[in-house]
């Protein structure tokens, strides 16, 4: 599902655009955000409003806990970001009020913490940032601002400086000569932080004055910025809740949420014997918002379906299962090998590499007609699942699926279940 994240700049901090509107308090592993989360909606879509600088403008640019702000977009469960600025125009064709739909931008900033990766404990993390803001965000809002004849320029290099002083002339004329567009004091941090966290993000500037760098022209003061920007307020807003409404591309958000999933599973090679590369989900188990994520694909694909039970195989099914019970208010029974439950049960035996083994379920766990989806964290060779589909058959049930967190698509599982239906969140192959 969709929610939008909305980063106010200068004059947009707290705009009256959301219905139902409710603040929200929270906390982060990096402080406090810069505001309360207001939550409400926009023409029926979920948005999360956040003031950058308070809704006092209280904290300057480099006092702003960009880190905080992110993560708590984030964590409310933004899939995407869209923030508004003010910004100095460093040519002469963007004027007073024009939009600029930011495509790059040049970090000057000095004191600033920019990474969410301050440790490489778990290995080295380098972000590409070649193109720092979403390119299909970046089209609706370009395509949006022309809908509406807002005056618009449809790429913009920012360079976001320290601040909270304004330029030098000198400066001003450097940042030119440099390839910038525009200059402001917020844009970068953000861009980087949520480019670590991989939400989509987009920025629309507004043009509120010339910096220092125009001959003849008023240097840029505070008042001017304001005066400019609350004239122009609501060309902004009209942005923002007509390109919220086109936001809708449910396939780009789950390829991104698999992703993040994907890199949370740790890889541990030759274990437990050489030649093995085993997939580690206890990393993913630890992150609160990415185990979120894995149920959340998991409820969106099964929700609908006509499913009277889940079923966990023991014993990482248990996890996902469970979760994924409660969050479809579903009953969730037990499989388990040989001898761990205490009831009455009925058994399956499976062939392994060496060997058989057993697994069993409590005759009570399924009804005839009962409709079980089977939930495990890793479909290999299909041997345990389909003993698992065999169980729920004995006992009159009829297998509704197969859900699994990960793949592995040169074991050839998928084969052996052929007659059920499969649905996995990632794959490992070839590795």
């Known amino acids: 599902m969709i929610k939008m994240g909305i980063i106010g700049g200068s004059g947009l901090d707290n705009p009256q655009i959301l219905q139902d509107a409710v603040d929200k308090e929270v906390e982060t592993p990096f402080g406090r955000p810069s505001s309360p989360l207001k939550i409400g909606k926009i023409n029926g879509r979920e948005v999360v409003l956040l003031a950058r600088h308070g809704r006092e403008h209280q ?221 580690d989900i206890t990393t993913l188990i630890k992150d609160p918002v990415a185990f979120d994520e894995v149920i959340m694909l998991f409820a969106e694909h099964y929700q609908n379906q006509k499913i009277d039970k889940i079923a966990g195989i023991e014993s990482r099914g248990f996890i996902f299962g469970a979760a994924l019970a409660h969050k479809l208010n579903l009953p969730f029974v037990l499989i388990r090998k040989k001898g761990k439950l205490p009831a009455e049960t009925v058994s399956q035996e499976y062939a392994l590499e060496y060997g058989r083994d057993t697994i069993e379920m409590h005759k009570d766990a399924v009804s005839s007609g009962d409709s079980v989806l089977i939930i495990d964290d890793l479909l290999a060779t299909g041997g345990t699942a389909s003993a698992a589909c065999q169980l729920v058959e004995k006992l009159g049930g009829k297998v509704a699926g197969l859900g699994f967190v990960i793949d592995l698509p040169e074991l050839k599982g998928r084969e052996k279940l052929s007659s059920y239906s499969v649905f996995n969140l990632v794959e490992f192959e070839g590795e």
């Open 59 to 279: 904290f300057p640019p480099t006092q702003v806990n960009y880190r905080a702000n992110i993560w708590a977009l984030k964590e409310e469960g933004c899939t995407h970001i869209l923030a508004t600025t003010a910004c100095g125009s460093l040519r002469e064709e963007i004027g007073r009020g024009d939009l600029v739909i930011l495509d790059q931008f040049i970090d000057f900033t000095r004191h600033r913490s920019i990474t969410f990766h301050e440790s490489f404990e778990n290995g080295p993390v380098h972000t590409p940032m070649a193109m720092p803001f979403d390119e299909k965000l970046r089209k609706i809002l370009v395509e949006t601002a022309n809908e509406l004849n807002l005056k618009n320029h449809a790429r913009g290099t920012v360079i976001t400086i320290e601040g909270p002083r304004f330029s030098t002339k000198a400066e001003s004329k450097m940042f030119q000569n440099w390839g910038a567009d525009v200059i402001n004091m917020s844009i970068a941090p953000e861009a980087i932080l949520a480019k670590e966290m991989k939400i989509p993000y987009a920025a629309v500037a507004m043009s509120t004055d010339y910096d220092c760098w125009k001959e003849g022209e008023e240097t840029v003061t505070w008042e001017q910025i304001l005066d400019i920007f609350h004239k122009n307020a609501e060309k902004v807003t009209q942005l923002l809740v007509k390109s919220i409404e086109k936001i809708d591309d449910k396939r780009d958000i789950q390829k991104n949420v698999r992703e993040r999933i994907k890199e949370k599973i740790r890889t541990v090679p030759h274990w437990p014997k050489p030649g093995i590369m085993f997939r």
